[in-house]
Structure formats: structure tokens, C-alpha cells
């Protein structure tokens, strides 16, 4: 009975140690400046200071592609488990595979022709 829950044990006992051994390595590795020094602290990029940080309105397309990424990531995502069992469904499992990628298709051209994905 152990021995079947024994591959889940290590797993989670590795995704507690490596995450634990990579923090732990970050902190005894890091070097840091004995004393603060205020240009240190100052947002830089490129020879560029940015000055005091500014608040940054960001336009409506923005949100909407990155709305219709997730939605589209989280469709794409249903595919593996079909793909899985794709032969043991045989032709069905086939058509309903194909249908579903026309559905998405047939929402991707439709998102694409109302501009959806333009950035103005």
C-alpha cells in the first residue's frame, strides 16, 4: 500500500525542498551593499533615470487581448485530454475533435475580423 504512494511522497517532498533550497541559496549567495544609498534604490534602465515612479492607465485593448488570450489558453488547454484518448474514441472522438477546433476557428476569424486583436 505505501509503495503506491510512495512516488507522490517524493514528489512533494522534492517541491518542498528545491523551492526551500533555492530560497535558502538566494539569501547565504546574495550580495548586498553594506550601507543604503539612495541611487541604488532608483528605478534605472538603459543610462535613463525614470524619475518618481508615474501611474500608467492602460487602454481597453490591452485588457480585451488579454482577456481573449486566457479565454483562448484555457480552450487550447481541453485539446491534451482529447488528444490522450483520441484513438481509443476511434471516429467519434475524431469528429468531436474536429468540431471543436472549427468552433474555435470560427470564434478566432470572428474576433480577428472585429478588430479584436488590433492595437489602436
Known sequence: MFNDWLPFAIYGLL???IPATMIGASFALAT????AVKARTIPFESGVSLGAPKKQRFTVSFYLTAMLFILFDIEIVFLYPLAVILHSLAWFGFIEFSVFILILLVAYVYIWRKGALEWR
Not at 548586498?32 to 550601507?35: L, S, V
Open 32 to 35: 548586498r551593499p553594506k550601507r
Open 15 to 17: 517541491s518542498l525542498v
